[in-house]
């Protein structure tokens, strides 16, 4: 799964209607050295090692565990593969119904952050999530869009951060997307 993960297209595992794997090899990147891997896989071990249990389970299963107190990140499937005639992915996530799980932790008073669809080339993707769940956008700097790049345009992705109300009412300052490895002060 590593392997296929590393080296297919985009890395997205997609899979043909008789249920074949059907992406196709990546041949336009060498990707990661496997030694670089092999000490990345090392260090995130050491990092979650007697801390994390992982689980899974449907996300419904999840928010039904969540109490207050804790913080439900989530990064469903983009809309845009999550419509039924898109067969290359197992499952979507039916929009209203994720809609109404989010309301079930507002009721419960569980903070929750959502990744979801975004903007670029000053194209939106996605239906926005509804006001009526009180969620903060933010707008987060992915860098250059490689399906841009593959068609020859230089087009910023902006990814769509959903912070819930209870959350954002707890971040006193301005929040500022940092860049990967800045030092905290
Ligand atoms: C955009 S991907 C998440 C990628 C992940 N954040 C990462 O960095 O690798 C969406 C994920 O949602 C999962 N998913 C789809 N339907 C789900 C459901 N009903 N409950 C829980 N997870 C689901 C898919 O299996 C997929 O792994």
């Known amino acids: 799964m590593l392997y296929l993960l590393a080296r297919c297209v985009k890395g997205a595992v997609r899979y043909g ?10 041949n ?9 891997m092999a000490d990345n896989i090392r260090a995130i071990s050491l990092l979650l090692k ?4 992982f689980s899974s389970l449907d996300y419904h299963e999840i928010i039904d565990m969540a109490c207050p107190g804790d913080l439900v990140y989530m990064d469903p499937p ?10 290359r992915y197992c499952t979507g996530v039916d929009f209203q119904g994720f809609v109404d799980a ?10 929750f952050l959502v990744s979801y669809d975004g903007e670029c080339g000053g194209k939106a993707y996605g239906a926005e999530l509804p006001s009526g769940l ?3 956008k933010i707008l987060l700097n992915a860098g250059r869009s490689t399906q841009a790049t593959l068609l020859g345009k230089r087009h910023i992705t902006f990814e769509a951060l959903y912070v819930s ?15 990967l490895w800045e030092e905290v002060v």
Not at 102 to 111: A, E, F, P, R
Not at 165 to 179: D, F, I, R, Y
């Open 17 to 26: 209607k008789s249920g074949n794997f059907n992406q196709s090899p990546d």
């Open 28 to 36: 336009r990147r060498h990707g990661t050295n496997p030694k670089n």
């Open 50 to 53: 007697n801390k994390v249990e």
């Open 78 to 87: 983009y809309q845009g593969v999550s419509n039924t005639r898109d067969n």
């Open 102 to 111: 989010l309301s079930i932790l507002n009721q419960k008073g569980v903070d």
């Open 134 to 136: 009180r969620c903060k």
């Open 165 to 179: 109300e209870g959350l954002s009412a707890k971040v006193q300052t301005k929040p500022t997307q940092m860049t």
